[in-house]
């Protein structure tokens, strides 16, 4: 089973700067990883589906607005409504928040600037197909480069995401865009769909600062290879 190569799709939308570097990462991390076309109503057979970093049709409107509307999109909802496995980037966690597929908005960073550097996450759960490689506690030093980053909840969902143990990621060190509750990551209350503002794939090299974003990108690899596992 460790020989297998899963495929993992990549949506590419207009304004997409991070899906070649998804791309390469999940490559180097044991993936066969395939480019999937915003226009394209359907996914090719896939284990898992990254929605990667950018500025999906420019960000007009609202940052992930109106990706939520490409064909690709009903695609990618359908597929994790069967339990398909789903992880968004920065703009494709944008992307899932408006889309509903997880809880929560991004709005524009307290600073009201566009931040870009390295940050330490802590991970809070390591029960997740998109962080057993980790542990509990555990912090990660991944970069973030975005303007639109401090997620939001009122009180009521905060309540509720607190309740259902949603948030895997929190900012340790500094909150860096003014996040709700310290939260970099969330994931669904199914658990097969996760976002988070930090750019794993740009720290999958320690010569790249870091390595520690291959502890989640790897995470997911494994699921999509356990899940190939029980299907065939």
């Not at 304004?15 to 998804?22: E, K, L, T, V």
């Not at 931040?115 to 030093?141: M, N, S, Y």
Request: proline content about 6%.
């Amino acid at each position: 089973m460790s020989d297998v190569r899963p495929r993992v799709g990549v949506v590419v939308f207009p304004g997409s700067n991070d899906d070649r570097d998804a791309l390469w990462a999940l490559g180097a991390l044991g993936a066969e990883a395939v480019p999937v076309w915003h226009a394209d109503a359907s996914l090719p057979d896939v284990g898992a589906v990254v929605l990667p970093g950018g500025f999906s049709y420019g960000d007009y409107l609202r940052a992930g607005a109106l990706a939520r509307f490409a064909p690709a999109l009903a695609a990618v909802a359908d597929f994790a409504a069967e339990g398909g496995l789903v992880l968004g980037i920065c703009n494709g966690f944008q992307v899932l928040c408006e889309a509903g597929l997880l809880p929560g908005v991004l709005r524009p960073n307290a600073s009201l600037t566009f931040v870009c550097r390295d940050v330490e996450v802590r991970v809070e759960r390591d029960d997740t197909p998109f962080t057993t490689r980790c542990r509990v506690g555990q912090r990660l030093r991944i970069p973030i480069k975005h303007g639109e980053g401090c997620w939001f909840a009122d009180e009521a969902l905060l309540r509720e995401v607190a309740d259902l143990d949603q948030v895997v990621l929190r900012y340790a060190v500094e909150n860096p865009n003014g996040s709700v509750d310290h939260v970099a990551g969330v994931v669904n209350p199914e658990g097969n769909v996760m976002g988070l503002m930090p750019h794993p794939e740009h720290a999958v090299d320690p010569l790249l600062g870091s390595g520690d974003g291959a502890l989640i990108l790897a995470s997911l690899i494994d699921a999509a290879r356990e899940a190939h596992a029980v299907t065939t």
